[in-house]
């Protein structure tokens, strides 16, 4: 089966900087749209990055963009998530996220065009 597992969450204060990791196994992670999702306490799971196989476009949410940088590095198997400059409004559970089929992703926004879902992992951003 296929699996993702996120890591490098923790706790920063605001300003600070932390790297994100999903690393894939059961799936080539250069082959398929892969994204960011985050959720904070009481709100709806948001899409925040997403990164295509084929065009090798990066697709941000306005609430990131300039901040946080997708990326991947095959021969690891391994998707990063840099996040730079964190705000205490980024606090949340970050997802890593798997589309099933090889075409580019559809923006960042619908979690509907993944199937592989990590298990979420901590940020906390202090002020």
């Known amino acids: 089966q296929v699996q993702l597992v996120e890591s490098g969450g923790g706790s920063v204060q605001a300003g600070g900087s932390l790297r994100l990791s999903c690393t894939a196994s059961?799936?080539?992670?250069?082959?398929?749209?892969m994204g960011w999702f985050r959720q904070a306490p009481g709100k709806d799971r948001e899409g925040i990055a997403a990164?295509?196989?084929?065009?090798?476009?990066?697709d941000y949410a306005d609430a990131v963009k300039s901040r946080f940088t997708i990326s991947q590095r095959n021969d690891e198997n391994t998707m990063y998530l840099q996040m730079d400059s964190l705000k205490p409004e980024d606090t949340g559970t970050y997802y890593c996220?798997?589309?099933?089929?090889?075409?580019?992703?559809?923006?960042?926004?619908?979690?509907?065009?993944?199937?592989?879902w990590g298990q979420g992992i901590p940020v906390t951003v202090s002020p």
């Open positions: 996220a798997a589309a099933r089929y090889s075409w580019d992703c559809t923006g960042v926004g619908d979690p509907g065009q993944y199937r592989y």
């Open positions: 990164i295509s196989p084929n065009s090798g476009r990066a």
């Open positions: 059961g799936y080539n992670t250069s082959d398929h749209c």
